[in-house]
Nanobody, 123 residues
Framework: QFKFESSGGGLVPPGGSLRLSCLVR????????VAWFRRPPGQAREGISCVSTNDGTASYVDSIKGRFTTSRDNDGDTVYLQMNSLKPEDTAEYYC????????????????WGQGLQVTVSS
């Protein structure tokens, strides 16, 4: 059964934490990479993390290394983006995306896009 749902986001003070979730179930064979992108206000969309739903191997861009963690549950159906030590510059609309071209951060490599999740970091 195909299911593709993203959830999470909200308002958090600087230094706080949030977790985003992306349910990815029933995709065609080979669509085994989930990435997280974000679009800060007035800026271009950027890829920040990706993970293989097969083995959980993840990659991150430098701006979030050590603060954000991408993981999947044991079934590989749900992918999480745990965001800690949030900064105002992390404010953005976040998206999960599903593709079959491996763990890359380029938007055109992904065929399925979830709804945007607003994350606002502000005191």
């Amino acid at each position: 059964q195909f299911k593709f749902e993203s959830s999470g986001g909200g308002l958090v003070p600087p230094g706080g934490s949030l977790r985003l979730s992306c349910l990815v179930r029933g995709f065609p064979f080979g669509y085994d990479t989930v990435a997280w992108f974000r679009r800060p206000p007035g800026q271009a969309r950027e890829g920040i993390s990706c993970v293989s739903t097969n083995d959980g191997t993840a990659s991150y861009v430098d701006s979030i290394k050590g603060r954000f963690t991408t993981s999947r549950d044991n079934d590989g159906d749900t992918v999480y983006l745990q965001m800690n030590s949030l900064k105002p510059e992390d404010t953005a609309e976040y998206y999960c995306a599903v593709g079959r071209k491996g763990c890359v951060m380029t938007g055109y490599s992904y065929s399925y896009w979830g709804q945007g999740l607003q994350v606002t970091v502000s005191s």
